[in-house]
């Protein structure tokens, strides 16, 4: 049975209204919403290809999360409050099995952050997603990347180079137990939502690991007009990313990796021992490195410089 | 000579911000937008696939131009007033001849109502463009599909089928001065943005002709619970139209084609006609059948009813 475009909408991504701030949802020409007042919308999209960003033998499942997890994780970077989301969706048929389990696993998320799926557009083609997330802030609190300052301590959340191990080992075709962990973290990152408005009026400049640590860090001291150096011995790697890679590995994983989707900012550093450990009640946080004067990005391992080489992650590059 | 994603965004997408109410745009994690006290924000998106919803050589400006008409087009016929844009834009390589002359097209186009492009992703992929966007209306101004009633007039903006009618020339090979108007029409159709914002607590429902007139009054009757009775005989049909196809092929392309992005809409009988002359003012407006009780869409001719089959414009149709 072949589905129609009305239909495949209707059952699969049409929900019972949740949020009262939704005037009209999906079934009109487009959503009609409600910012509380005094907030600021905040708006990001994100695109992911088949082939490029997820592999073409990913469970449907996985790449509905993926594709909201990377648009919420940009809401959490800039301190926001998830609210409403758009799907813009691409696919060469109506298949039924790979929509389902594709809307349980974007569904999932979207029920865990109270996002509701306000629009969006089904088509024939090849298979592309994008997502456009909508959220709220209030206006003097949004975090930006721009405002780190010299002195300011730099931090990161969780722990980096596993989504990237991840997908180095799903290319390779290694599966199996003791590689789960890195693979799942790979398919089913979990966007830094809360920590992003904990850090609300509290960071001085904040980004989301998605094209690898030095890469996003590079961008936050370019807005920011400052310099950073990061401590390599500091960075938080995983005991499973330690354990398949070896330190070396792991450390080139940790810094050039994108799909992390944990959170890099940076504190002053007159308040950063107590924002610490509120911080830490809730979330594993590293202090890295330390922001300066200048312009770049320098590491250093048991206090001396090191030259690091490592590719941006960028869509176009050779 | 190669550009790199970030470069491409720098390039083309990335203009000094024209509108105050952009707390922040391109060159963050997300936009940062400020909805004004009292408005309601409205949101589209729609895709727009290479083989599908544009032809492989079609001018990369007009792309652009479709791209964001298609959106505000949905604007429109909530009667908001557009204000900002996202791009999602998958391209196989950094061509940048195709890429300045889609941002050619979308600027001209996003200049003209004030749209400013605030955000987005550009990635490399099969050619697929996302845009998504954002305005606002008076939170009890929107118009809806819904609250047609029995009694009401059904009208249309400018003239319908010439779209589709440029659409099948080019399929066929057909170029020329002869064709150029309905050609033009296709790929430079004009979003309906400042009847739509006129229409504001006038229109008692509305809806705009993407699918195809029958297909969209269908939807919109089914929202209102409505039926709705056509007059053939006064479809707007432009001369270019008439003068190329003939009056059946006229009618059928009239009736069934898409991508005119003319307003379709419901007056109640009392105001028409002062409210028909306001309009006529700045956009040509026809009453073109009446809203009954019951359901479905029929259509006349001369007073009789006539049986006219019209596929609707599915994606997944077989």
Redesign the interface.
């Known amino acids: 049975m072949?589905?129609?475009?009305?239909e495949?909408i209707a059952r699969w991504f049409t929900q019972p209204g949740r949020r009262r701030d939704v005037?009209?949802g999906v079934?009109?020409?487009?959503?009609?919403?409600?910012?509380p007042?005094g907030q600021?919308?905040?708006?990001?999209?994100?695109?992911l290809?088949?082939?490029?960003?997820f592999l073409p033998d990913a469970p449907a499942e996985s790449v509905g999360h993926q594709s909201l997890a990377v648009n919420l994780?940009?809401?959490a970077?800039?301190g926001?409050q998830p609210a409403?989301a758009?799907?813009?969706?691409?696919v060469p048929?109506?298949d039924e099995a790979w929509l389902a389990a594709f809307a349980r696993g974007f569904h999932a998320l979207a029920d865990r952050f109270d996002v509701e799926l306000?629009?969006?557009?089904?088509?024939?083609?090849?298979r592309?997603v994008?997502v456009?997330?909508?959220g709220f802030?209030p206006?003097a609190q949004?975090l930006?990347?721009r405002g780190a300052r010299p002195g300011d301590g730099l931090y990161v959340s969780g722990s980096v180079g596993d989504a990237a191990a991840g997908l180095e080992l799903l290319r390779g075709g290694v599966a199996g137990d003791a590689v789960a962990s890195l693979v799942h973290r790979y398919r089913y990152a979990e966007p830094r939502v809360t920590l992003g408005m904990t850090l609300r009026g509290v960071a001085t400049a904040?980004?989301?690991v998605s094209d690898g640590l030095l890469g996003d860090l590079a961008k936050l001291c370019d807005?920011s007009g400052v310099a950073a150096v990061v401590q390599l011995e500091r960075l938080p790697l995983s005991e499973a990313l330690l354990g398949r890679f070896g330190a070396a590995d792991a450390e080139r994983l940790a810094l050039a990796g994108g799909d992390d989707y944990e959170l890099l900012f940076t504190l002053p550093p007159s308040d950063a021992a107590a924002i610490e450990s509120r911080l830490a009640q809730f979330c594993r946080i590293t202090h890295i490195g330390e922001i300066v004067a200048g312009r770049g990005v320098r590491c250093c391992r048991a206090g001396v410089e090191v030259a690091v080489e490592v590719a941006g992650h960028?869509?176009?590059?050779?």
């Open positions: 072949s589905l129609g475009e009305f495949l005037l009209a079934g009109d020409d487009a959503a009609l919403l409600d910012v007042a600021a919308l905040v708006a990001a999209t994100d695109t290809v088949e082939g490029r960003h994780s940009d809401l970077a800039m926001a409403w758009l799907l813009a969706l691409s048929r109506a306000v629009g969006g557009d089904t088509v024939r083609g090849p592309v994008t456009q997330a909508l802030v206006r949004a930006r990347r904040a980004i989301d807005a960028d869509h176009f590059a050779e």
